[in-house]
């Protein structure tokens, strides 16, 4: 019964083609190192290698973005000599497993991405997405990762300024843990980890290196593999797959790398993250166009006997490259010392071979010392950027016709619809509260808001009165039924969110959530994805600046809805006054702002809401995108907001975007905030009541007919809907609900789901 | 030589415990009933270069009330680690 | 005027209390934990954070620090000490203020405002305010339930050492107390943080109150 073992590069992912690449790359069979590198540099993790040529659609360009894709993260220009740092990634299998662990690391490692550019930290989102709170499994995710992520980024001091929260059946077994990073600096500081100049030392800082999360190739042992750098002794205890995360390591990390910079000692930096020191020295040695030789014998290790592949691709957290020139290592030190961070010399910068065609090629060598045995040695581009691109199979699911004619609107909704409005109201604040949202003093629209407001102000930042706008969304429902359409309104919601703070979209950053690539029902959901997006970005002239995908995200052989995560960032050009939010006035006109209707034969679709798929209802026909209406909506609200937060005076006090669980649902949030009543009155239809399509904002003015002009001046629609007072919130004949009831459902509606205290 | 040592850190009696409180809530849902007086700690083990065990001990119980603990509000006490 | 905001490793809110400070027109700079004298400082603040990681406990390690004996002199020659969130975690552990601070009784981290109710204006923090005035100030702390025991707790009502409260208990601090002083007063420490309420923009200025009374003239030796 015993089978022949599976050959080695198999074993490290790598199919027989790869391996003949590999072999014509370096004109000689790899070692079993050498092929440990391949295997884990040219994942899909590391490599993109099913997704890369569909991002290409993907519009990057802009007169104010200084870093595009492909660097650690997005750059742009915010104005006033600050540059902005911007990235998004997941976190999805690691917090499947360990959820405290899994959400703090990925904290950790978006934080290194963006202080690598140079960058002080200054916001995280966490857009988060977990199966339905009735399983218990579920309850113990969403702890264990709003822990981890609190734990972490608290003591690290970047406060958790927004996110999002969604549940849906799809995540059950696997969860989705996005994170998001914006930071700061002086435009002129902006760097880049590139290894330049012969004879400079590559030098890591931080942890020690342990076998946390040697993924991939831990499946050597299993297949087998023994000789000389092989692993005869692991066994499954010596080889934790799950990292564990050190904010106070990382904090002293982050000050020190930020003053290496400010000191001018360094000439790049590079975080080390998935695939841990040889994605980092073949990354900088591939961008510097040199050789780099690692010693792994200087690399400090937490654990006896490991091997030198161990040593290459562990994912030991708070760990960072730096390239520094050799007269200035004393300094490096020195400084290193007084924030106790670990500073040692790993890497050579060396000049480039020569091969057969007379090129200059950069190897990265791993040898025992510096003058010691080569353990391995192959060209750094060809592990960093030379990774086989697939174009794999795409096709359009069958189901989807018979899904799309399986409309929610045919279901009536009659009478009073007050029990359907409560089961929508979800008050995230058990989770954010969690969450330090408020050191650096910038933060002036918080967590649970349509957008975060910042102030863009920082440690060693020049003065600025100008302030940052941050949403993340995504709405997997609309993208299951229709990826292409789903997305570019995915991008719209975002833009409306970011209005409603008063700003103007400037980068826009993906995290592309979606299943098994190998499956081409979800290569054709991540194909018109992109394509959606790119559609949306350019109708809005946001450039994408980065991006992230996550793939292979599976319940139990089924593949997750869509969920491609939108972060967008934007910019209030004066911020010396807070934005109006929810908090409406008695008295006050409600005004629903914007194209009432949706385009298309529905005028209210239903499909993809949150109140159809709380009735199990999945199918129907989402809105169309159409973008020239909705562009100039968010330009007159985000117009009609910022005049206040530069300070002037408005008859506008109140603004609030339709997003999801409709209409109803943004008149209820805007009561239960307030404490205060409206009456409205009669929609057009009860599907008015929760349809979700974005372009639509519930604003309030103490001066209707002023509103009204400049409304008209902008050529933008707007009607008075109702009064706000009371202490009802009253919808035509659908909704009378008392506000102090409605207020107490939403605030407790997650602890109770979660089974905890408030 | 060098000696094991487990120094257990308590909450002093008197002092309100609210991770005992919650464990102790949530073992009836579990099946695990007639647990009470649940109180939580810590506990640090260490190896100790000593002329003797009981030195060991000694120095670990002045380590544990100088720094492992706050006296205010928690008791700590030294035990041999050695296995056996 | 010149205030110092000590920096232990681990410590954020450093630069919040620096600009907080500077924000009133007053002087004030970074000390490093390893300073073994705080001279030249007419206050001291020890500023939030995680100093050391909260490693052990919060405040445990930080105590031990060099710049803490410089601080622990200061005090006893009535140089005004201020600790907020950490700070104040420090100050109990290293003794210059009594009782400790445990883990919030619902276990999780809060940060959120909170209405605080001014006790005692006999300190140097609260000397600017009125006797019941109420303060919009946010918390932010795991580990902020203040603990003594009842003689402690006895000794600190009868010397007026409570100078804030909570009007609803967040996080089940002994008898809602956010803030207590030394009996001299010139040491206070709170868990709510001041320098996080110094702007409207930023959602209340009621810190204010507090910290232009700890950066008026020095109180002198008592």
């Given at each position: 019964?015993?089978?022949?073992?599976?050959?080695?590069?198999?074993?490290?992912?790598?199919?027989?083609?790869?391996?003949?690449?590999?072999?014509?790359?370096?004109?000689?069979?790899?070692?079993?190192?050498?092929?440990?590198?391949?295997?884990?540099?040219?994942?899909e993790?590391?490599?993109y290698k099913s997704s890369r040529i569909h991002l290409r659609r993907l519009p990057s360009d802009g007169?104010?973005v200084?870093?595009g894709p492909g660097?650690?993260?997005g750059?742009?220009?915010?104005?006033?000599?600050?540059?902005?740092?911007i990235r998004i990634e997941s976190h999805n299998?690691?917090?499947?497993?360990?959820?405290?662990?899994?959400?703090?690391?990925?904290?950790?490692?978006?934080?290194?991405?963006?202080?690598?550019?140079?960058?002080?930290?200054?916001?995280?989102m966490d857009p988060l997405f977990f199966?339905?709170?009735?399983?218990?499994?579920?309850?113990?995710?969403?702890?264990?990762?709003?822990?981890?992520?609190?734990?972490?980024?608290?003591?690290?001091?970047?406060?958790?300024?927004g996110g999002e929260l969604t549940f849906d059946e799809c995540y059950?077994?696997n969860p989705l843990v996005n994170v998001l990073?914006?930071?700061?600096?002086?435009?002129?500081?902006?760097?880049?980890?590139?290894?330049?100049?012969?004879?400079?030392?590559?030098?890591?800082?931080?942890?020690?290196?342990?076998?946390?999360?040697?993924?991939?190739?831990?499946?050597?042992?299993?297949?087998?593999?023994?000789?000389?750098?092989?692993?005869?002794?692991?066994?499954?205890?010596?080889?934790?797959?799950?990292?564990?995360?050190?904010?106070?390591?990382?904090?002293?990390?982050?000050?020190?790398?930020?003053?290496?910079?400010?000191?001018?000692?360094?000439?790049?930096?590079?975080?080390?993250?998935?695939?841990?020191?040889?994605?980092?020295?073949?990354?900088?040695?591939?961008?510097?166009?040199?050789?780099?030789?690692?010693?792994?014998?200087?690399?400090?290790?937490?654990?006896?006997?490991?091997?030198?592949?161990?040593?290459?691709?562990?994912?030991?957290?708070?760990?960072?490259?730096?390239?520094?020139?050799?007269?200035?290592?004393?300094?490096?030190?020195?400084?290193?010392?007084?924030?106790?961070?670990?500073?040692?010399?790993?890497?050579?910068?060396?000049?480039?071979?020569?091969?057969?065609?007379?090129?200059?090629?950069?190897?990265?060598?791993?040898?025992?010392?510096?003058?010691?045995?080569?353990?391995?040695?192959?060209?750094?581009?060809?592990?960093?950027?030379?990774?086989?691109?697939y174009d794999r199979p795409r096709l359009r699911p069958s189901s989807l016709d018979a899904m799309r004619l399986d409309e929610p609107?045919?279901?009536?909704?009659?009478?009073?619809?007050?029990?359907?409005?409560?089961?929508?109201?979800?008050?995230?604040?058990?989770?954010?509260?969690?969450?330090?949202?408020?050191?650096?003093?910038?933060?002036?629209?918080?967590?649970?808001?349509d957008a975060?407001?910042?102030?863009?102000?920082?440690?060693?930042?020049?003065?600025?009165?100008?302030?940052?706008a941050l949403s993340t969304d995504s709405n997997p429902r609309w993208c299951a039924l229709d990826p292409r359409v789903g997305t570019a309104l995915s991008v719209a919601e975002s833009i409306a969110n970011l209005a409603c703070?008063?700003a103007s979209p400037k980068a826009l950053v993906n995290c592309l959530n979606f299943g098994n690539p190998e499956h081409p029902e979800v290569m054709w959901q991540l194909s018109e994805s992109i394509d959606g997006m790119a559609e949306a970005c350019r109708a809005f002239e946001v450039p994408v600046v980065g991006g992230n995908v996550s793939l292979y995200n599976e319940s139990?052989?089924n593949d997750i809805d869509p969920t491609p995560v939108v972060g967008l960032l934007g910019?209030?050009?004066?911020?010396?006054?807070?934005?109006?939010?929810?908090?409406?006035?008695?008295?006050?006109?409600?005004?629903?702002?914007g194209v009432?209707?949706a385009g298309g034969a529905n005028?209210f679709p239903l499909a993809g809401t949150r109140w159809a798929t709380?009735?199990?209802r999945r199918g129907g026909t989402i809105a169309p995108f159409e973008p020239r209406a909705l562009k100039e909506t968010f330009a007159?609200?985000?117009?009609?907001?910022?005049?206040?937060?530069?300070?002037?005076?408005?008859?506008?006090?109140?603004?609030?975007d339709v997003g999801s669980g409709g209409?109803?649902?943004?008149?209820?949030?805007?009561?239960?905030?307030?404490?205060?009543?409206?009456?409205?009155?009669?929609?057009?239809?009860?599907?008015?009541?929760f349809a979700e399509f974005p372009g639509r904002f519930?604003?309030?003015?103490?001066?209707?007919?002023?509103?009204?002009?400049?409304?008209?001046?902008?050529?933008?629609?707007?009607?008075?809907?109702?009064?706000?007072?009371?202490?009802?919130?009253?919808?035509?004949?659908?909704?009378?609900?008392?506000?102090?009831?409605?207020?107490?459902?939403?605030?407790?509606?997650?602890?109770?789901?979660?089974?905890?205290?408030? | 030589?060098?000696?094991?040592?487990?120094?257990?850190?308590?909450?002093?009696?008197?002092?309100?415990?609210?991770?005992?409180?919650?464990?102790?809530?949530?073992?009836?849902?579990?099946?695990?009933?007639?647990?009470?007086?649940?109180?939580?700690?810590?506990?640090?083990?260490?190896?100790?270069?000593?002329?003797?065990?009981?030195?060991?001990?000694?120095?670990?119980?002045?380590?544990?009330?100088?720094?492992?603990?706050?006296?205010?509000?928690?008791?700590?006490?030294?035990?041999?680690?050695?296995?056996? | 005027?010149?205030?110092?905001?000590?920096?232990?490793?681990?410590?954020?809110?450093?630069?919040?209390?620096?600009?907080?400070?500077?924000?009133?027109?007053?002087?004030?700079?970074?000390?490093?934990?390893?300073?073994?004298?705080?001279?030249?400082?007419?206050?001291?603040?020890?500023?939030?954070?995680?100093?050391?990681?909260?490693?052990?406990?919060?405040?445990?390690?930080?105590?031990?620090?060099?710049?803490?004996?410089?601080?622990?002199?200061?005090?006893?020659?009535?140089?005004?000490?201020?600790?907020?969130?950490?700070?104040?975690?420090?100050?109990?552990?290293?003794?210059?203020?009594?009782?400790?601070?445990?883990?919030?009784?619902?276990?999780?981290?809060?940060?959120?405002?909170?209405?605080?109710?001014?006790?005692?204006?006999?300190?140097?923090?609260?000397?600017?305010?009125?006797?019941?005035?109420?303060?919009?100030?946010?918390?932010?702390?795991?580990?902020?339930?203040?603990?003594?025991?009842?003689?402690?707790?006895?000794?600190?009502?009868?010397?007026?050492?409570?100078?804030?409260?909570?009007?609803?208990?967040?996080?089940?601090?002994?008898?809602?107390?956010?803030?207590?002083?030394?009996?001299?007063?010139?040491?206070?420490?709170?868990?709510?943080?001041?320098?996080?309420?110094?702007?409207?923009?930023?959602?209340?200025?009621?810190?204010?109150?507090?910290?232009?009374?700890?950066?008026?003239?020095?109180?002198?030796?008592?």
């Amino acid at each position: 019964m015993t089978q022949a073992p599976e050959p080695l590069h198999r074993a490290l992912g790598l199919n027989d083609e790869e391996l003949e690449q590999i072999v014509a790359v370096l004109n000689r069979e790899p070692n079993p190192l050498e092929l440990a590198l391949y295997g884990v540099m040219w994942s899909e993790h590391c490599s993109y290698k099913s997704s890369r040529i569909h991002l290409r659609r993907l519009p990057s360009d802009g007169a104010h973005v200084l870093v595009g894709p492909g660097e650690n993260a997005g750059v742009i220009d915010a104005g006033d000599g600050i540059a902005v740092a911007i990235r998004i990634e997941s976190h999805n299998h690691p917090s499947a497993i360990e959820p405290y662990q899994g959400a703090a690391t990925g904290v950790g490692g978006i934080l290194r991405d963006v202080f690598t550019m140079g960058a002080r930290p200054l916001a995280l989102m966490d857009p988060l997405f977990f199966g339905e709170l009735d399983d218990a499994r579920q309850r113990w995710l969403v702890e264990g990762v709003v822990a981890g992520i609190s734990g972490y980024g608290n003591s690290v001091g970047v406060p958790t300024v927004g996110g999002e929260l969604t549940f849906d059946e799809c995540y059950a077994s696997n969860p989705l843990v996005n994170v998001l990073c914006c930071g700061a600096l002086p435009r002129e500081r902006l760097v880049l980890g590139v290894a330049s100049g012969v004879g400079n030392l590559a030098v890591l800082l931080g942890s020690s290196t342990g076998r946390d999360g040697i993924g991939g190739v831990s499946v050597l042992a299993s297949a087998g593999f023994s000789g000389e750098d092989g692993a005869e002794s692991l066994d499954d205890a010596k080889r934790p797959s799950v990292q564990v995360g050190d904010p106070y390591e990382e904090k002293r990390l982050i000050e020190a790398c930020l003053e290496l910079l400010d000191r001018g000692l360094v000439l790049g930096i590079q975080d080390l993250g998935g695939a841990g020191l040889i994605c980092a020295t073949c990354e900088t040695a591939a961008r510097g166009g040199v050789g780099m030789d690692v010693d792994i014998t200087a690399v400090p290790l937490r654990e006896a006997g490991m091997q030198p592949y161990e040593i290459m691709t562990s994912e030991s957290q708070e760990r960072m490259l730096a390239i520094i020139k050799p007269q200035n290592w004393d300094d490096v030190a020195r400084l290193c010392a007084k924030w106790e961070v670990r500073a040692s010399i790993v890497g050579h910068v060396v000049e480039p071979s020569i091969d057969a065609h007379g090129n200059a090629v950069g190897m990265l060598r791993v040898r025992r010392g510096f003058d010691g045995e080569i353990l391995g040695e192959v060209p750094a581009r060809s592990l960093a950027d030379e990774a086989p691109l697939y174009d794999r199979p795409r096709l359009r699911p069958s189901s989807l016709d018979a899904m799309r004619l399986d409309e929610p609107t045919s279901e009536e909704l009659r009478g009073l619809a007050n029990e359907q409005l409560l089961e929508l109201l979800i008050d995230p604040a058990w989770v954010y509260r969690q969450y330090d949202s408020q050191l650096f003093l910038n933060t002036v629209v918080g967590p649970g808001r349509d957008a975060s407001l910042l102030r863009l102000a920082g440690p060693g930042l020049p003065a600025s009165n100008r302030g940052i706008a941050l949403s993340t969304d995504s709405n997997p429902r609309w993208c299951a039924l229709d990826p292409r359409v789903g997305t570019a309104l995915s991008v719209a919601e975002s833009i409306a969110n970011l209005a409603c703070v008063g700003a103007s979209p400037k980068a826009l950053v993906n995290c592309l959530n979606f299943g098994n690539p190998e499956h081409p029902e979800v290569m054709w959901q991540l194909s018109e994805s992109i394509d959606g997006m790119a559609e949306a970005c350019r109708a809005f002239e946001v450039p994408v600046v980065g991006g992230n995908v996550s793939l292979y995200n599976e319940s139990g052989g089924n593949d997750i809805d869509p969920t491609p995560v939108v972060g967008l960032l934007g910019v209030v050009d004066s911020l010396l006054a807070p934005p109006p939010g929810w908090n409406w006035t008695s008295g006050d006109a409600v005004m629903l702002v914007g194209v009432r209707h949706a385009g298309g034969a529905n005028p209210f679709p239903l499909a993809g809401t949150r109140w159809a798929t709380q009735r199990g209802r999945r199918g129907g026909t989402i809105a169309p995108f159409e973008p020239r209406a909705l562009k100039e909506t968010f330009a007159f609200v985000a117009r009609e907001i910022s005049v206040i937060c530069a300070g002037a005076p408005s008859d506008v006090t109140a603004v609030h975007d339709v997003g999801s669980g409709g209409l109803a649902t943004a008149l209820a949030e805007m009561a239960s905030e307030t404490g205060l009543g409206a009456q409205v009155l009669e929609l057009e239809s009860h599907a008015e009541l929760f349809a979700e399509f974005p372009g639509r904002f519930v604003m309030t003015t103490n001066d209707v007919e002023g509103f009204i002009a400049r409304a008209a001046r902008a050529g933008v629609a707007v009607e008075m809907v109702g009064t706000v007072g009371g202490t009802a919130l009253a919808i035509g004949s659908s909704i009378d609900l008392d506000v102090t009831q409605l207020s107490a459902r939403r605030r407790h509606a997650l602890a109770d789901a979660l089974h905890t205290a408030l | 030589m060098n000696y094991p040592v487990i120094v257990d850190v308590t909450l002093r009696h008197g002092i309100a415990d609210p991770e005992g409180a919650t464990i102790e809530r949530a073992l009836p849902a579990l099946g695990f009933t007639g647990v009470t007086n649940m109180r939580a700690g810590k506990s640090f083990r260490m190896d100790i270069d000593a002329e003797s065990e009981s030195a060991a001990l000694e120095k670990a119980a002045a380590l544990a009330q100088r720094l492992l603990s706050n006296p205010v509000i928690e008791n700590a006490s030294a035990r041999s680690g050695a296995k056996g | 005027m010149k205030i110092g905001v000590v920096v232990f490793p681990g410590s954020n809110c450093e630069y919040d209390a620096l600009n907080a400070v500077q924000s009133l027109g007053v002087e004030a700079e970074f000390i490093w934990h390893t300073n073994t004298d705080v001279e030249g400082f007419d206050g001291v603040i020890l500023p939030g954070g995680f100093a050391h990681g909260d490693y052990l406990r919060p405040g445990a390690i930080a105590r031990f620090s060099p710049v803490m004996e410089a601080v622990a002199r200061f005090a006893s020659s009535g140089g005004a000490v201020l600790g907020i969130c950490n700070g104040f975690q420090v100050l109990t552990e290293a003794g210059l203020l009594p009782g400790a601070l445990q883990k919030n009784a619902g276990l999780t981290f809060l940060c959120q405002p909170t209405t605080l109710v001014v006790e005692s204006t006999a300190s140097v923090l609260t000397r600017g305010a009125t006797k019941g005035q109420e303060l919009v100030v946010p918390i932010n702390h795991f580990s902020g339930a203040y603990t003594c025991d009842d003689a402690t707790l006895a000794s600190l009502e009868a010397n007026d050492q409570i100078v804030l409260r909570y009007t609803q208990n967040p996080n089940g601090s002994r008898d809602d107390i956010a803030g207590v002083r030394n009996v001299e007063g010139n040491v206070v420490g709170l868990m709510p943080h001041p320098e996080r309420a110094m702007s409207t923009l930023l959602g209340s200025a009621d810190g204010r109150v507090l910290l232009e009374g700890f950066v008026r003239a020095p109180v002198g030796a008592h």
